[in-house]
């Protein structure tokens, strides 16, 4: 089923670091909300829709949300922004935009890599510009049709679009009060970032496991607990991304991280060998060609089994491409089956995180 969540108001979600009022000035700001966020949001849902937290503790649940410590039996795709009825996609990073320039991202060179080029993997291609031009990573949006040219290798050349089309930030300001004497504390004061989304543009995402959930609803979701509606989607907005016909003839494609993906090896997953960058998944052997990834975050949570935070995870970011080369007989569409819109983290995979989204890479 397919879910749109409409926040009546503003939203705060800040990344996994700990932050301490009268310490830290700035709580830092995190949107789209991590995968595990709107996860866990549903779950709480559905918990209290069921029963009470304590029938959740003693796993009367178990078969359908699981217990404390565990993951639940359903899983996520995304979360997405959408506006109208169509997805939007953070900017992936073997694009980049002109310096001083906006409107238009590039297309990276796909190519072997040059005898000169110095790198900490034995990689056997690299992306570089070889325009004249002085280049900068781009943060930005990229709508669906720009999006699937993208993936099909159409163009060298797309739109993009900044944060603003699709929501507004507001910095606020907070106090902390003692909780017993009702009392400002002192030297307590600390700035949060909160965002409002523009008219028309939604949060959605895709669940799977599960018939419980309502029609429509309201639900608790990122910091403040925030009340958001939800209802589920009639239209498959997934739809055309899903079933986008890819070429694969060259024997090589890409992988686009659409969420965050948490690997054991840091950047790399973990069924890729360090030393020869191949590997094997459900079947399919590949070798890591090359990759561009942005700068790694982190993901916590809270952990209800033993009511405390959980250790911080290292994650690749959305936005991040990994190219890959067939080694083994197989077939195109069993490589498509395996690698196109699955969640691939080696972590937390059930949550949303690491959500693979193929693209064609042409012949040099």
Same mark, same amino acid.
């Given at each position: 089923?397919?879910? !749109?969540?409409?926040?009546?108001?503003?939203?705060?979600?800040?990344?996994?670091?700990?932050?301490?009022?009268?310490?830290?000035?700035?709580?830092?700001?995190?949107?789209?909300? @991590?995968?595990?966020?709107?996860?866990?949001?549903?779950?709480?849902?559905?918990?209290?829709?069921?029963?009470?937290?304590?029938? &959740? !503790?003693?796993?009367?649940?178990?078969?359908?949300?699981?217990?404390?410590?565990?993951?639940?039996?359903?899983? #996520?795709?995304?979360?997405?922004?959408?506006?109208? +009825?169509?997805?939007? &996609?953070?900017?992936?990073?073997?694009?980049?935009?002109?310096? +001083?320039?906006?409107?238009?991202?590039?297309?990276?060179?796909?190519?072997?890599? /040059?005898?000169?080029?110095?790198?900490?993997? /034995?990689?056997?291609?690299?992306?570089?510009?070889?325009?004249?031009?002085?280049?900068?990573?781009?943060?930005?949006? %990229?709508?669906?049709?720009?999006?699937?040219?993208?993936?099909?290798?159409?163009?060298?050349? &797309?739109?993009?679009? !900044?944060?603003?089309?699709? @929501?507004?930030?507001? =910095?606020?300001?907070?106090?902390?009060? +003692?909780?017993?004497?009702?009392?400002?504390?002192?030297?307590?004061? @600390?700035?949060?970032?909160? *965002?409002?989304?523009?008219?028309?543009?939604?949060?959605?995402?895709?669940?799977?496991?599960?018939?419980?959930?309502? +029609?429509?609803?309201?639900?608790?979701?990122?910091?403040?607990?925030?009340?958001?509606?939800?209802?589920?989607?009639?239209?498959?907005?997934?739809?055309?991304?899903? =079933?986008?016909?890819?070429?694969?003839?060259?024997? %090589? &494609?890409?992988?686009?991280?659409?969420?965050?993906?948490?690997?054991?090896?840091?950047?790399? /997953?973990?069924?890729?060998?360090?030393?020869?960058?191949?590997?094997?998944?459900?079947?399919?052997?590949?070798?890591?060609?090359?990759?561009?990834?942005?700068?790694? #975050?982190?993901?916590?949570?809270?952990? %209800?089994?033993?009511?405390?935070?959980?250790?911080?995870?290292?994650? *690749? /970011?959305?936005?991040?491409? @990994?190219?890959?080369? #067939?080694? =083994?007989?197989?077939?195109?569409?069993? *490589?498509?089956?395996?690698?196109?819109?699955?969640?691939?983290?080696?972590?937390?995979?059930?949550?949303?995180?690491?959500?693979? #989204? %193929?693209?064609?890479?042409?012949?040099?």
């Amino acid at each position: 089923m397919l879910i !749109k969540l409409k926040p009546f108001d503003t939203l705060f979600f800040r990344d996994s670091r700990p932050f301490t009022k009268g310490e830290d000035t700035w709580a830092d700001f995190v949107f789209p909300p @991590y995968p595990s966020t709107v996860y866990g949001a549903i779950r709480s849902y559905l918990i209290f829709k069921m029963g009470s937290l304590q029938d &959740f !503790k003693e796993g009367k649940f178990r078969d359908i949300l699981g217990v404390p410590g565990e993951p639940a039996n359903f899983t #996520i795709k995304g979360p997405f922004l959408m506006k109208e +009825d169509k997805l939007i &996609f953070k900017v992936p990073y073997d694009l980049v935009k002109l310096k +001083d320039e906006d409107g238009k991202v590039f297309l990276l060179n796909f190519i072997k890599k /040059p005898s000169l080029l110095v790198s900490d993997f /034995p990689f056997d291609y690299g992306l570089l510009w070889r325009g004249k031009e002085n280049v900068d990573d781009t943060v930005g949006w %990229m709508e669906q049709l720009n999006f699937e040219d993208y993936l099909k290798g159409r163009r060298q050349e &797309f739109g993009f679009e !900044k944060d603003g089309t699709f @929501y507004k930030l507001k =910095n606020k300001t907070g106090i902390s009060i +003692d909780k017993i004497r009702g009392t400002v504390e002192e030297g307590r004061l @600390y700035r949060f970032t909160m *965002v409002r989304l523009v008219e028309d543009t939604s949060i959605v995402l895709k669940i799977e496991g599960i018939e419980e959930l309502d +029609d429509k609803g309201v639900l608790q979701l990122g910091g403040e607990r925030k009340a958001v509606a939800f209802e589920k989607m009639g239209k498959d907005s997934f739809e055309d991304l899903e =079933n986008l016909d890819l070429n694969l003839e060259t024997g %090589m &494609f890409k992988i686009y991280l659409a969420t965050p993906a948490i690997f054991k090896k840091g950047w790399l /997953p973990d069924w890729i060998d360090e030393k020869t960058l191949e590997g094997e998944f459900k079947g399919i052997r590949v070798k890591l060609l090359t990759c561009v990834i942005g700068k790694y #975050i982190t993901i916590g949570g809270w952990d %209800m089994a033993k009511g405390k935070s959980k250790p911080l995870k290292k994650a *690749v /970011p959305a936005g991040s491409v @990994y190219y890959f080369k #067939i080694l =083994n007989e197989v077939d195109k569409e069993r *490589v498509r089956e395996i690698f196109h819109f699955k969640n691939i983290s080696d972590e937390k995979a059930e949550e949303g995180f690491g959500l693979s #989204i %193929m693209g064609e890479v042409k012949r040099l």
